[in-house]
Nanobody, 119 residues
Framework: QVQLQESGPGLVKPSQTLSLTCTVS??????????WSWIRQPPGKGLEWMGL???????YYSPSLKSRTSVSRDTSKNQFSLQLSSVTPEDTAVYYC???????????WGKGTLVTVSS
């Protein structure tokens, strides 16, 4: 059973960088052909896919967030991370990490973590 757990600060100030880590257990993030995604849901709005890192380390980003988003990984810890720069209050959301079946949808999700952007 694959499990994912998000971690990171729950409060970030405007203009700073939001950093979150997803720790994966029950499966390796280097296993072909899975990818590992970050998704967010602002209060009262729908889910927004942000970006992913594939089993081979390649990355893909949402065009609307590409300039501010970076996804990386630490294979020794079986973790992948999200960095979102120059945040504003509009980036307040519940952030989820998930396993991505190479374009066929996500099958395992973390519980999500609320990040609030406020001074």
């Amino acid at each position: 059973q694959v499990q994912l757990q998000e971690s990171g600060p729950g409060l970030v100030k405007p203009s700073q960088t939001l950093s979150l880590t997803c720790t994966v257990s029950g499966g390796s993030i280097t296993t072909s052909y899975y990818a590992w995604s970050w998704i967010r849901q602002p209060p009262g709005k729908g889910l927004e896919w942000m970006g992913l890192i594939a089993y081979d380390g390649s990355t893909y980003y949402s065009p609307s967030l590409k300039s501010r988003t970076s996804v990386s990984r630490d294979t020794s810890k079986n973790q992948f991370s999200l960095q979102l720069s120059s945040v504003t209050p509009e980036d307040t959301a519940v952030y989820y990490c998930a396993r991505d079946l190479s374009g066929k949808g996500m099958d395992y999700w973390g519980k999500g973590t609320l990040v609030t952007v406020s001074s």
